[in-house]
């Protein structure tokens, strides 16, 4: 199985930056999608960024134009490049790994990353003050 492990997280102030990675180490051979989400206190996870196979992207409204989601294949890490951050963004972050087919485009999707999730890591935390 594929492990994951979330680091970057930090506290900065609206309209900062901050770049979280993603270790993935084992097997990932069926993986079809990573992306991705996160969970405010007392909400539902939110599908933020995910990435396929063919290297295409899908990313969540509130995140468009500020978020990037990339990854290193040669080192095996997922990136998510936050700009502009706004205090609607603070949540715990965490990277995931899809096995399902489509499951890039089914990332963003409210019932994807609340039912079918398979495997995460620990997340990282993200604080964002005004």
């Known amino acids: 199985q594929v492990q994951l492990v979330e680091s970057g997280g930090g506290s900065v102030q609206a309209g900062g930056s901050l770049k979280l990675s993603c270790a993935a180490s084992?097997?990932?051979?069926?993986?079809?999608?990573m992306g991705w989400f996160r969970q405010a206190g007392g909400k539902e996870r939110e599908g933020v960024a995910s990435?396929?196979?063919?290297?295409?992207?899908t990313y969540a409204d509130p995140v468009k134009g500020r978020f990037t989601i990339s990854q290193d294949n040669a080192k095996n890490i997922l990136y998510l490049e936050m700009n502009t951050l706004k205090p609607e963004d603070t949540a715990m972050y965490y990277c995931?790994?899809?096995?399902?087919?489509?499951?890039?485009?089914?990332?963003?999707?409210?019932?994807?990353?609340?039912?079918?999730?398979?495997?995460w890591g620990q997340g990282t935390l993200v604080t964002v003050s005004s």
């Open positions: 995931a790994a899809g096995f399902q087919p489509k499951c890039a485009a089914r990332f963003t999707s409210s019932d994807y990353v609340n039912r079918y999730l398979e495997r």
């Open positions: 084992g097997y990932t051979y069926n993986t079809y999608c």
């Open positions: 990435i396929g196979r063919d290297g295409s992207t």
